[in-house]
């Protein structure tokens, strides 16, 4: 048998793995009759479903670089344009001092730490030896600071939505998580990832609502 590819430091002991990410890939040539044997090992020590968090996939060498140079480049652009537009909200708040365009700035930064760490990091791309902890912890930023911000950017921009409950109120948990997902160990984080998802999906019922009661 021999190691064509290792990312971190995966152990039989998963509490010892090390987890890591990076684009390189893991090449191999069949033998005479067009069979190849591959044996992959892994193990995590964080992720609460354990396994592999993506799909493994098989190309050929040239439709991989096709594939790896297209989707750069259209996360590039994307992420880019973000990036651009999240700069100009937030000079916009600091020459008129209008909180709408600070919230939404923020907004679209939390998006993007989604689209620039989860299924093609981006991120990694620019630092390839950016921490995958430090990775994952971004990643969860969307989960808890969007529905926070768009809570906020709502209520500069209708203030009669919150009469009743109010917008700070709504949005206090995103501070919360924020604070939780940059203290506690990355493995009990990446377990109140589903205590996010629900704080995410109804903070988006209730703004829903209260946008069509307005």
């Not at 990036?83 to 923020?106: E, Q």
């Not at 998006?111 to 921490?131: E, G, H, M, W, Y």
């Amino acid at each position: 048998n021999t190691l064509i590819f290792q990312s971190g430091t995966p152990c039989e002991e998963w509490e010892n793995s090390k987890s890591q990410q990076y684009f390189d890939t893991a090449s191999f040539i069949p033998d005479a009759s067009g069979n190849v044997l591959i044996t992959i090992f892994v193990s995590n020590n964080f992720y609460r479903k354990g396994g592999l968090r993506g799909k493994l996939k098989l190309y050929e060498k040239n439709a991989y670089q096709n594939y790896h140079s297209s989707t750069l480049s259209k996360h590039a652009i994307f992420t880019g344009i973000l990036l651009m537009i999240s700069a100009y909200c937030l000079i916009n708040y600091f020459m008129k001092k209008d909180k709408s365009t600070l919230y939404l700035s923020l907004l679209i930064l939390s998006v993007f730490s989604r689209l620039a760490t989860s299924d093609f990091p981006i991120l990694k791309v620019v630092f390839p030896n950016f921490p995958f902890s430090i990775m994952i912890r971004i990643e969860y930023i969307s989960l808890f600071f969007i529905p926070g911000f768009i809570t906020l950017y709502m209520d500069t921009l209708n203030r009669f939505m919150y009469r009743k409950i109010p917008a700070l109120l709504i949005a206090a948990p995103s501070f919360i998580f924020f604070i939780l997902d940059w203290t506690m160990p990355v493995y009990l984080v990446n377990r109140a990832v589903p205590i996010m998802q629900v704080y995410m999906y109804t903070v988006i019922v209730i703004d829903a609502i209260l946008f069509i009661i307005s």
